[in-house]
């Protein structure tokens, strides 16, 4: 049975801003992994924007799994719809060749938070699956857990280009100050906490010496 895995992420930008940076994803800091992207086609259907590319990537493996993967990279298909009317980015990938190994299919819906203005949610859903007779568990298993890593990776990359875009978006820039003053605060109280902890455990050494100065008087 396939590896179901859902998340949402929530941008600080528009649903404009989002979109504008999709097409910039790449290179970022935290993009090491895909080696290339290339455009296949692009038109306009019914007043939507469909586009299809074609992405490269590392493809690194545990020794295990060596007997089944010996490509170094793996070929990913993009494709996405643009519908600036119901404002709504829908893209779909899915790797080329392996597909009896590992195959992966994702899907993220990008659209914005109606009650959060200037703010954008990217739903995602990926099913991972093998036909690998008698190692198909452990595939489904090790693909779900890189597919995790590549969400973070993807996620922090994304938010890289979007801060660079948009230096000056409020939202983000208060987001960013909001985060920045919860972690103050959480730092202050871990230090209050130590402190706390230093003060207790210097009385209770004192009190100890005075009770045996006391029994020794």
């Known amino acids: 049975m396939a590896k179901y895995y859902e998340s949402a992420t929530i941008y600080n930008y528009s649903w404009d801003q989002v979109t504008q940076g999709f097409w910039n ?10 080696l290339s992207e290339d455009t296949v086609s692009r038109e306009i259907r019914n007043g939507k924007l469909h586009s299809k590319r074609l ?24 494709e996405s719809v643009v519908d600036p009317y119901e404002r709504t980015l829908v893209t779909y990938t899915r790797n080329i060749g392996f597909n009896k190994i590992m195959s ?37 298993a090790f693909g779900l857990d890189r597919f ?41 109280q871990k230090l209050r906490e130590a402190a706390k902890h230093a003060s207790d455990h210097m009385k209770a050494q004192a009190e100890h010496l005075v009770q045996n100065l006391s029994v020794k008087g």
């Open 25 to 34: 994803r790449y290179p970022n800091p935290f993009s090491a992994h895909v």
């Open 148 to 188: 995790k890593k590549n969400c973070a990776k993807t996620v922090n990359g994304f938010n890289y280009v979007l801060q660079h875009m948009f230096p000056n978006n409020p939202v983000a820039l208060a987001a960013a100050a909001a985060a920045n003053k919860d972690f103050q605060g959480s730092k202050a």
């Open 104 to 140: 992966v299919v994702e899907k993220v819906v990008y659209k914005s938070l109606p009650d959060q203005p200037g703010k954008t949610i990217a739903i995602r859903s990926a099913w991972i699956d093998s036909s690998v007779y008698g190692f198909g568990t452990a595939i489904r």
């Open 55 to 78: 992405l490269t990537k590392t493809n690194h493996v545990p020794k295990w799994g060596e007997r089944f993967f010996k490509a170094k990279s793996v070929n990913i298909v993009e």
